[in-house]
């Protein structure tokens, strides 16, 4: 009686698997087929439009984390726009972390490597970050305080860089104050701040420590940045305790929207957003992280002052890891629209100029490419965790396509 029932159950797995390799076959045969006609031009050839020059915001995504291509967009469009005025650089990096990178890049002692160093997530620590760090430190040389660019970090979860902005600068007011409050901050480091060895007083510490450089506020940009290191620490402790992936984009967006503001009273008008694509697309579709985003909440807040160019690439190769440890890995993503993009090697369509059987295109579901930190081998062969369903006209405002992308060099 057991016979036929084994045979019944091979015959059921059998039949699964071969609707399942159906099923892959006609997603692929879907996926492979390009839709669209060529528009667009290379980036290094295109002309960026009034609407996207005069944004308050212009944010340039990243499919893939550990992309050279990616990476070396940012001073690319730094180049093109920091006439236009956008000399302020928010980054997806710790907010004490970029602060001690940007003390190099006002020309600061040291070397661009040692800079690099001070970013809190290793991914940061490219030539092709050196590069960008570089020309912007060159570009700063002899300029005014609104003509120089700044880097600024939106994100949070390095406490050891924020405690340190903080209380080196209340140390040069009120040493014996800063002294006390180093002590009592202690406990709470990057290698503690999700366990349980943070002591119960740090909230009312940190609360403490705003109090008084608030006290001794001297109305200088170095006070602000002081004042709020404060606030991301109390944002870590908040993320810390209720960890997600929205959470995280709310806290990113409360750092942006004070950064802009901030701009606004200080004649910096403009500002350059670098991030995954995952965080900054206007419809919070390119996640798998939920919502809402960071890129969801700016569009709300600015409207059509928030502009965003998305990136994808056909053939991937990136780097990524967990922390220190770097890895290469590859996959393709044969999205439909990429037939807009024929013929070019990185190239640049702003959505809104989209015309002919490509009006319709951007205004239909695609697959794009994403990955970041902490990808493992085998997601490589599982579509849905390295790509996103986008559709480009809602999510973007421009993308950029890489035909076949490279991974970045690490720095020594």
Request: glycine content about 8%.
């Amino acid at each position: 009686m057991r016979k036929p029932l084994t045979h019944r159950r091979w015959f059921i797995a059998l039949a699964a698997v071969l609707c399942l390799a159906t099923a892959v076959v006609g997603w692929s045969a879907w996926t492979s087929r390009p839709v669209g006609v060529p528009q667009a031009v290379e980036f290094a050839q295109a002309t960026l439009s009034e609407r996207m020059t005069s944004a308050t915001v212009l944010a340039l995504g990243e499919a893939t984390h550990g992309t050279h291509e990616f990476q070396t967009l940012r001073l690319d469009l730094l180049q093109r726009t920091v006439g236009a005025g956008f000399t302020t650089v928010a980054l997806e990096e710790d907010f004490g972390c970029v602060a001690a990178v940007d003390a190099w890049v006002q020309g600061g002692s040291g070397t661009v490597e040692e800079a690099l160093h001070r970013f809190g997530y290793a991914i940061s620590r490219t030539r092709e970050m050196a590069e960008l760090l570089s020309w912007a430190r060159n570009y700063n040389v002899g300029r005014n305080e609104e003509q120089r660019v700044r880097f600024v970090g939106v994100d949070v979860q390095r406490p050891d860089a924020d405690k340190a902005l903080a209380l080196n600068w209340l140390a040069t007011r009120e040493p014996e104050k800063a002294r006390t409050l180093a002590k009592r901050l202690s406990s709470l480091t990057d290698q503690t701040r999700l366990g349980n060895e943070v002591a119960a007083e740090v909230p009312a510490a940190i609360n403490e420590l705003a109090a008084a450089i608030t006290a001794a506020d001297d109305g200088t940009e170095a006070a602000s940045d002081a004042l709020h290191a404060t606030q991301v620490l109390l944002q870590d402790r908040t993320l810390a305790a209720n960890w997600s992936g929205p959470a995280r984009d709310r806290l990113m967006f409360d750092n942006l929207r004070w950064l802009v503001d901030r701009g606004a009273r200080t004649g910096r008008s403009h500002t350059l957003l670098f991030a995954h694509d995952g965080h900054v697309d206007r419809a919070g579709q390119a996640t798998a992280a939920g919502s809402p985003t960071l890129g969801l909440l700016a569009a709300a807040a600015y409207g059509d002052s928030y502009r965003v160019i998305g990136t994808d690439a056909h053939h991937v190769r990136f780097l990524s890891g967990d922390r220190d440890r770097r890895e290469e890995f590859s996959f393709t993503v044969d999205s439909a629209y990429r037939g807009m993009f024929a013929g070019t090697s990185v190239g640049y369509l702003e959505l809104a100029d989209a015309r002919g059987p490509n009006a319709d295109v951007v205004q239909s579901p695609t697959l794009m490419a994403s990955a970041g930190e902490q990808f493992v081998g085998w997601y490589a062969f599982l579509p849905p965790l390295h790509s996103v369903q986008v559709v480009p006209a809602q999510a973007w405002d421009a993308v950029i396509y890489v035909e076949d992308s490279t991974p970045v060099t690490m720095a020594g």
